[in-house]
């Protein structure tokens, strides 16, 4: 019963994205592929649970290259408690200042993307990111819940959340407190943000992709073996030429 009420929750957020911010998706996949079709990067970061679209951007069959995901252990909890725990990682992704230097470490440059996910937007992590992005010259596109920031105050010391910031900003659709399904407590269960920001995610790639061959370019495709006619060795070459486009700038 509670399955079939969480079907009935998520396929309403799935609609609500389709039906409300279909615009700001096909836009922010045309400001992606004019960056790949000139040779620019599309950067893509989350921290905690979205990390979760970014890594499923890319390396992923039916994705490209141009989409250059940035990973930060760090911020991404790969234990509950103690080292790589959900705590500590909460902490961080909370600290101004943090990911400043975690940027230091790629070369962003005007003419590129930045696509940030966050289903709250308020995180120093995100926030810093897309201000970073925007002031180096970044097209910047924001994913969270505009519906969080509608009832939250911005905890940022810039007094902005995430999708103020954002030259393309678009909403998750889900609601603030993000688990959907009531089973009679004060608190519901089962989260709604990361399957939209996957949903959303996989737009972004079939919408930039679409957009690249109609300016006539056909995008370097990390492709299934289960494809008729890929050859073995395929995706070998996909990720050396990965390697080549990542260290082209030294980093």
Not at 43 to 63: N, T
Not at 169 to 181: F, G, K, Q, S, T
Request: aromatic share 8%; proline share 6%; with cysteine.
């Amino acid at each position: 019963m509670s399955a079939a009420n969480y079907y009935e929750k998520i396929t309403e957020v799935l609609a609500r994205i389709h039906s409300t911010q279909a615009e700001a998706i096909q836009k922010a996949g045309e400001t992606l592929a004019a960056a790949i079709a000139k040779g620019n990067r599309v950067y893509l970061f989350g921290s905690g649970h979205s990390v979760i679209p970014v890594m499923d951007v890319y390396p992923r069959y039916g994705s490209f290259i141009g989409f250059f995901p940035l990973y930060d252990p760090r911020l991404m909890w790969w234990n509950v408690i103690g080292p790589g725990g959900a705590r500590e990682l909460l902490w961080l992704e909370r600290r101004e200042g943090y990911v400043e230097m975690f940027l230091k470490s790629y070369s962003l440059q005007p003419g590129d993307c930045m696509v940030v996910f966050s289903h709250g937007g308020l995180n120093a992590a995100p926030v810093e990111v897309a201000l970073i992005a925007r002031r180096q010259g970044l097209t910047v596109v924001t994913v969270s819940s505009h519906a969080n920031r509608a009832v939250a105050a911005p905890t940022h010391s810039s007094g902005k959340a995430l999708p103020d910031i954002g030259d393309v900003n678009i909403d998750n659709c889900v609601p603030p407190e993000d688990a959907l399904v009531d089973i009679g407590m004060r608190e519901k269960v089962a989260a709604g943000s990361t399957m939209a920001a996957v949903f959303i995610a996989m737009a972004l790639v079939a919408e930039t992709g679409a957009r690249l061959r109609i300016k006539g370019v056909e995008p370097v495709t990390f492709v299934s073996p289960n494809v008729p006619g890929v050859g073995k060795d395929h995706n070998m070459q996909v990720f050396e030429q990965f390697a080549r486009e990542w260290h082209r700038r030294g980093a």
